[in-house]
Antibody
Framework: QITLRESGPTLVKPTQTLTLTCSFS??????????VAWIRQPPAKALEWLAL???????RYSPSLRSRLTITKDTSKNQVVLKLTNMDPVDAATYYC???????????????WGQGTLVTVSS | SYELTQPPSVSVSPGQTASIPCSGD??????ACWFQQKPGQSPVLVIY???QRPSGISERFSGSSSGNTATLTISGTQAMDEADYYC?????????FGAGTKVTVL
């Protein structure tokens, strides 16, 4: 059974860098076709894909946020870390990590999600 | 950038069929997924590869795709199906979600 859990600060100040950690079990990012994505959802708004990292360290970023995002993995800890620089109140959202299977194929899907972590941006 | 368009809301009577369209340029040439999200909960995958159901998802949920439109159909809708539904696909190595459709069971 795949489980994912997001952790990180619940409050950040404008201009600060947000660092979130996704801790997972039930799969390994050393295995072919595995990946972990980050997706966010502002209050009462739609889902927005942010970034994704694959088992072979291939990384994908949302074009609109590429300059502010960094995604990394630590396979020994079964963790994926997302950094988002220069935080602004519009970045306030619930941030989810999700497992992706059948990586880089048309069949790719976000089949398991964490519970999400709510991040507020305020001075 | 690629966009997916969904109606903001769909209403359905209990026991009836709800259809939720999702349109995008040449969407029929890609695979679509559908997610159900209830208030305060994480999204749950209900359809992948246009029309495949993950294990544990009710047979009431089905999907189809043709031309520029993918459709999620909920047959015999129950009160527990009241939720937001999001379609999703990928285009040029980016992953795109629709704006979501709120399904109300009246």
């Amino acid at each position: 059974q795949i489980t994912l859990r997001e952790s990180g600060p619940t409050l950040v100040k404008p201009t600060q860098t947000l660092t979130l950690t996704c801790s997972f079990s039930g799969f390994s990012l050393t295995n072919n076709e595995e990946g972990v994505a980050w997706i966010r959802q502002p209050p009462a708004k739609a889902l927005e894909w942010l970034a994704l990292i694959y088992w072979d360290d291939d990384k994908r970023y949302s074009p609109s946020l590429r300059s502010r995002l960094t995604i990394t993995k630590d396979t020994s800890k079964n963790q994926v870390v997302l950094k988002l620089t220069n935080m602004d109140p519009v970045d306030a959202a619930t941030y989810y990590c999700a497992h992706t299977a059948a990586a880089r194929s048309p069949k790719e899907m976000f089949d398991s999600w964490g519970q999400g972590t709510l991040v507020t941006v305020s001075s | 950038s690629y966009e997916l368009t969904q109606p903001p809301s769909v209403s359905v009577s209990p026991g009836q069929t709800a259809s939720i369209p999702c349109s995008g340029d040449q969407l029929g040439d890609k695979y679509a997924c559908w997610f159900q999200q209830k208030p305060g909960q994480s999204p749950v995958l209900v359809i992948y590869q246009d029309n495949q159901r993950p294990s544990g998802i009710s047979e009431r949920f089905s999907g189809s795709s043709s031309g520029n439109t993918a459709t999620l159909t909920i047959s015999g809708t129950q009160a527990m199906d009241e939720a937001d539904y999001y379609c999703q696909t990928w285009d040029r190595s980016t992953y795109v979600f629709g704006a979501g459709t709120k399904v109300t069971v009246l």
